[in-house]
């Protein structure tokens, strides 16, 4: 079983929807959950950082955690076309372990 | 800062030739990541270190790839040799702590043909 699971999509959306993205985990160890947006032919980039349970939210977009669940989900209100990228969710504890999903394509249509 | 600088940016070899990708962290960080993504298996981790130090290359597929980072400013990935399967894009990543915010490089697309 890999230590974290990412549904790789593709998924596309019309413009103004809410877009929910979704990675499960098999260790109660990790503390630090994270999304990065790689847009295509470049590197990945930090988009959410959270650290334990509960919400944060920055803007259109929303970072969810249920460490009870060890579910962990991103949503995007109001899509919009620049939002088209591939979504990483990634985890990591104090103990130099560390994971990222395989990714979700995400298009969203004008 | 530049950033995680990374070259080449394009490389296309031939089957058996070896191949050398290059890293330049960003300064102050001391963990340094290679990664390597194809659309089969997404991004997998194939080596990092801190303070130079090789910590965990269980994700480096074969003895046909090295690691070295001889100093906190430079790193190489070798293949040799390098075969069709290696075609991917390479990626070189740095961070000050391996649970914060990891920065990417733009990668290495690397053609084996």
């Known amino acids: 079983q890999k230590e974290v699971e990412q549904d790789p999509g593709p998924l596309s959306v019309p413009e103004g929807a809410i877009v929910s993205l979704n990675c499960t985990y098999s260790?109660?160890?990790?503390?630090?959950f994270m999304w990065y947006r790689q847009y295509s032919r470049k590197g990945p980039e930090l988009l959410m950082y959270?650290?334990?349970?509960g919400n944060k939210e920055d803007g259109r977009f929303t970072a969810q955690v249920d460490k009870s669940s060890k579910y962990i989900s991103l949503f995007i209100r109001d899509s919009q076309p620049s939002d088209s990228a591939t979504y990483l969710c990634?985890?990591?504890?104090?103990?130099?372990?560390?994971?990222f999903g395989t990714g979700t394509s995400l298009t969203v249509i004008p | 800062d530049a950033g995680v600088i990374q070259s080449p940016r394009h490389e296309v070899t031939e089957m058996g030739q070896e191949v050398t990708l290059r890293c330049k962290p960003i300064?102050?960080?001391?963990?340094l990541f290679w990664y390597r993504q194809t659309m089969m298996r997404g991004l997998e981790l194939l080596i990092y270190?801190?303070?130079?130090?090789?910590?965990?290359d269980s994700g480096m597929p074969e003895d046909r790839f090295s690691a070295k980072m001889p100093n906190a400013s430079f790193s190489t990935l070798k293949i040799q040799p390098s075969e069709p399967r290696d075609s991917a894009v390479y990626f070189c990543?740095?961070?000050?702590?391996?649970?914060?915010?990891?920065?990417f490089g733009q990668g290495t697309r690397l053609t084996v043909v």
């Open positions: 990543a740095s961070s000050q702590q391996v649970n914060t915010e990891a920065f």
């Open positions: 260790n109660s160890a990790f503390q630090y």
């Open positions: 959270t650290y334990s349970s």
């Open positions: 990634a985890i990591a504890n104090t103990g130099n372990q560390f994971y």
């Open positions: 300064s102050g960080h001391d963990y």
């Open positions: 270190f801190n303070n130079n130090v090789p910590i965990d």
